[in-house]
């Protein structure tokens, strides 16, 4: 990731950018997310909240190479070699950033569905849209299985790893993602 501005200094990250990512996803876009959710730093830390979202930007875009191999990638082009947190530090810092942020920036992210009215794909007025959903296997945790139960497997029980699911409503003409939400897999009756 070139053309990183962010320096290291006594092993704490300076403001300023996170290489290529924040091409795309700008830090003050990163900012106004954690503000709007609640999740700002009130003090400097090893791992701010900006350098947590962008760690987990970059876990989706590098997925199945593990968090320490997408510090790796993250923090490659930074002048001077920087530590790489334990795997506690990681879990810490994901607990206190939360989800709240990455919700925020999704809906920053998305921005209005269509920027031109001739990008809309209209029946009888209405904006055609399409609903898709998906399921994610998470790792088989004690707290992954009391928030995401596993599936049932037939009269044997339960079978395979706890599910996420996910469910995305997209405009048809521009395939534009309106909102996405993710839950268990479990149905309720």
Known sequence: MSHSVTTVTDRVFAPGHLGDLT????????????EAAGGKQQRLRR??????????????????????????????????????????ALTAAFRRV???PLRALFTLLAGPGLTRA?????????????????????????????????????????????????????????RTIIEAVFGTDTTVT
Not at 23 to 34: G, K, N, S, T, Y
Not at 61 to 79: E, I, K, M, N
Not at 125 to 136: E, K, N, P, S
């Open 98 to 100: 939360g989800p709240g």
């Open 118 to 174: 001739q990008q809309a794909v209209r029946f009888a007025g209405r904006l055609v849209v399409a609903i898709d959903g998906t399921q994610i296997a998470v790792a088989d945790t004690e707290a992954n299985r009391v928030a995401f139960p596993k599936p049932r497997g037939g009269p044997n029980g339960e079978a395979g790893y706890p599910m996420i699911r996910l469910v995305a409503l997209v405009a048809t003409g521009t």
């Open 47 to 88: 791992l701010p909240s900006r350098v947590v979202v962008y760690l987990l930007l970059a876990g989706a875009l590098f997925a199945g190479q593990g968090w320490q191999r997408v510090w790796a990638r993250l923090t490659a082009d930074f002048p001077d070699p920087v530590p790489r947190p334990s795997g506690s």
């Open 23 to 34: 091409r795309i996803v700008p830090p003050e876009m990163v900012d106004a997310a954690l």
